[in-house]
């Protein structure tokens, strides 16, 4: 298993056991807490490391458009840096302002905030969606989407990730949001800082991962040595 999925593991049995000694069910010391004691969690490296090129974006819109509607709107607001695969999965049909052109999206703590989307935000009336139901459902029912399959069955027939690859490299919703990242580091009209504000990084750590796609100086820099030598 992956870094990050022994560290869920671990952490739902921890969770249990501090429950379990909240509730008088267990007396003795959790042997899996970090604080004061030996355990430590897995070192977990999960960042993705593939995002798409502007064509794969487009054949990839283009056959989920086809494949499934839902699924085209929901990769396309990934592209959103303000949107996670959760966050879509959440959205109600009292999210949407048509008016405001944008979404109503609960961050971290509970604090909910507008999204500006111009242009291509979901139109719930589209989706005959009441205010507290689901703005993307699952086929044939009225619950929200957990794990889109008809995402990868995309992916796979575009070959866009093998099976058999790093999983670091695989290609899933969440990708989506990488790869806006990605284009905007590469695109020179973003800073680091302005980067972080517009993924809602909560630090710089998080948006450090996309340093090295910022086109600046570093490359001429690296040259002093050999102009020097020459």
């Known amino acids: 298993l992956t870094g990050q999925t022994v560290n869920n593991i ?33 070192k977990a490296d999960n960042e993705r490391l593939r995002f798409l090129t502007r064509e794969e974006v487009r054949a990839l819109l283009g056959d989920l458009e086809k494949r499934h509607p839902q699924l085209h709107d929901m990769a396309l607001l990934s592209l959103e840096p303000a949107f996670v695969p959760r966050k879509l999965f959440k959205l109600r049909g009292q999210d949407v302002d048509g008016n405001a052109c944008g979404l109503y999206i609960i961050q971290k703590g509970g604090k909910r905030v507008f999204v500006r989307l111009p242009g291509y935000e979901p139109d719930a009336q589209a989706y005959t969606r009441k205010p507290a139901e689901p703005i993307f459902q699952q086929p044939r029912k009225k619950t929200a989407f957990e794990k889109p399959r008809l995402f990868q069955t995309a992916v796979r027939k575009l070959n866009l990730a093998p099976e058999d690859g790093d999983s670091l490299y695989a290609v899933t919703l969440h990708t989506m949001r990488h790869t806006f990242a990605s284009w905007l580091a590469q695109s020179g009209k973003v800073t680091l800082m302005e980067l972080q504000k517009l993924m809602r990084h909560k630090n710089i750590t998080m948006t450090m991962r996309y340093a090295h796609l910022f086109s600046g100086q570093e490359s001429e820099k690296l040259s002093i040595i050999g102009d020097m030598l020459a």
Not at 19 to 27: P, Q
């Open 10 to 42: 671990f952490s739902f049995m921890r969770s249990a056991i501090n429950r379990a000694v909240a509730t008088g069910m267990w007396s003795g010391v959790n042997p899996l807490s970090t604080k004061g004691g030996t355990w430590k969690m897995v």
